[in-house]
C-alpha cells in the first residue's frame, strides 16, 4: 500500500478565521434585513458577488438567523460564476460538517475547484486531505503537488507539510518491512506477564511502532494509554489524534466506530489550545502501513 501520513480530521487552524466577512451586512446592523433583501434580489439576478456576500452572511448568521442550507445554495451560485472564496468557503462547511454530516469527499471537490483557479489556502486544504487520504485515495505525490501549489500562494504551513512528506519517504524507504501484527504480540505478551499499568518502556515502543504501522487495534490503544497514562504521561492531545487515526484507518467496523466514539468524547474535554494541539499533532502522525 506504500506510505502515507496521516492526518486527523482538517485544516483547523488553516480556516480558524472562518468565512471571507460580508462588507455589505458587517458593518450595518441597523438595517441588516434591508440589506439582505436587496443582495438576494441581485442575486436572484445574477449577480454572483451578492450571491457570494449572501453566503457569507447566511454562514456567519450576521444580520440573519445562521442558515447553512442558504449559505450552500447562494455559495453555489457565486462558485458556478467563478468565485474561488466561494468554492473554498462550500469545502469548509463540508469539511467542518456545518449544518449537517461532514462530507469529506464534497469538501474535496470543492476545495479542489478553489484550487484550480489559484486560492492558496484551498490548495494547502487539498494536500493536506490528499495526504490523509481523507474523501480521495492517499497520494503523496499529488499531496506535494497541491502543498508546493499552496506555498507559492503565501501559505507558509505548507513549507512544513513538504518537509514532513519528504522526511517521511525518506525513511520509509530506510526501514526494512515491519510486521504491525507481531509488534502487537509483543505488547500483548508484556502486558500479560507484567501489566498493564506499569512504566514498561519496550512495550510502549512496540505499541507505538504497530500503530505507526498501520494496525488499527494498535492505535487505539495507543490512544488509549494516552488518555489513561498506561505506561506514559497523560496527553489529551496525542490520545485525541491516535483515536482520529484508528477512526480514519481501514480497521475492524467495531474498532473504528469505538475510536470514533472516543474521539467524539475527547473532543469535548479537550480546550480550545489542546484541541489546536491535537489537530497539529495528528498531522505530524506518520502511519505507513
Known sequence: MGWRLKLGGTIALLLASGPMPSPAVAGDTGTAERIVARLQALAERGDNDAA??????????????????????????????????????????YDAGRGGARDAGEAVHWYRVAAERGLGRAAYALGAMTEAGDGTAPDPVDAARWYRQALAGGVEA????????????????????????????????RWRANGIDGNDSVAHSALQSAAAHGLALAQYDLAYSYE????VAVNLALAYAWYQTAAASNGAPMVKAAAAVNRDRLARRLGEEERQTAGIQSNDLAVHP
Open 228 to 231: 489513561h497514562g498506561v505506561g
Open 52 to 93: 457570494f456576500q449572501l453566503g457569507v452572511t447566511y454562514d456567519t448568521g450576521k444580520g440573519v438567523a445562521q442558515d447553512y442550507g442558504q449559505a450552500i445554495r447562494w455559495y453555489e451560485q457565486a462558485a458556478a460564476g467563478g468565485n474561488a472564496f466561494a468554492a473554498f468557503d462550500l469545502g469548509a462547511i
Open 158 to 189: 505548507a513549507r512544513n507539510r513538504l518537509a514532513a512528506l519528504k522526511a517521511a519517504q525518506a525513511q520509509h524507504a530506510a526501514s526494512p518491512t515491519q510486521n504491525p501484527a507481531r509488534e502487537f504480540s509483543v505488547v500483548i505478551a
